[in-house]
Each structure stands twice: as C-alpha cells, then as structure tokens.
C-alpha cells in the first residue's frame, strides 16, 4: 500500500516501473477472485462477490477502499483478499 499511495494517479504513472509492477499484481488478483466466482458459480454456491459483467474501477476508491483496512488485518492479507474484500463490499450478493 505505500508504495501504490506514492504513485499518483495519472497517464505518466505508468512509465514507472512499481506501477507497472503493481497493476500486474492487481490484475493477478482480479483474475483470481474473477475465477472465484466462476468456479462458485459452476459448483452452485454462493460467490464471494457478485459483480456485473463489467466493473466500472475508480483506483483511488480502490486505494481507499484498501487503506481504510486496519493495518494489521491488511499486513496479514494478500493482494488477492484486499481485491476479494473491496468486490464483496461494492457487490454483494443477493442474500
């Protein structure tokens, strides 16, 4: 998180190689929770998330979504569960 706090939110961000590093981390567990998803689905149970079929991402509601955690809770998660928190929080599932 302090390192994606540092990168500031622009067309040039990208040419910075923690960016870089850090929006491949962020698709990685995007992708995964998406495979959550489906696989929940598959197996009739309920998602961790039910998100529509494209996602509208603001990054700073991400990142503030993310630094809002409590740090040590977030110490001990992965990039993977802060992505899985902040989708069941915006998309729950019909209950």
Known sequence: MTRANRIPLNATAMLRPDAHRLKGEAERAFNAVGREIRDARAANRTPPACPPENINLNP????????????????????????????????????
């Open 60 to 95: 700073r509601q991400l990142l503030d979504y993310l630094n809002g955690i409590p740090q040590a809770r977030r110490q001990r998660m992965t990039v993977t569960d802060g992505i899985r928190s902040w989708m069941a929080s915006r998309y729950p599932c019909a209950g």
